[in-house]
């Protein structure tokens, strides 16, 4: 990893992703934000109820999450490949490595809720939620640092 800066600065760094000079990184985060949060409340009402629909939507709110994450992490990998300034943050290397972990585990995660539902949800499926979300939430205050304390992707 190369040496990175943690000293706050003024300066803005311009995303490189971006449509119409809005980046496209933060339009797409809060789809999985909310997907991987709807998964571990849907989660919780299948082990209170043990009802079949809540386990079904849990699955495809993973499904939801995967794919706008996969997009997410596509115009993130840009910005960071595209910008050195991006890669000379600290807090954006670990935004980066946390968010590779929180696919990893919504994708395991996926997988253990494809089984039937009796077995997916408790505990594995609950479990995997809630670490996904636990390291979501680190992930999302680094993101948050990044544009409002660095101002990476602000349009001024």
Known sequence: MPEVTTANT?????????????????????????????????????????????????????FAGLLMGGLAAIAGLIDFIGRRRIRQIAAAWWHMIGNIVVMLLALANSFVHSRDAWTSVIPEGLVLSGLTVLVMLVTAWLGGEMVYRRRVGVVD
């Open 10 to 62: 003024n300066t803005r760094v311009d995303a490189t992703a971006r449509i119409a000079l809005h980046p496209i990184h933060p339009m797409l985060v809060p789809f999985p934000i909310v997907c991987f949060i709807g998964a571990l409340l849907t989660d919780i009402a299948y082990w209170r109820t043990t009802e079949m629909m809540w386990a079904d939507f849990s699955a495809w709110l993973l």
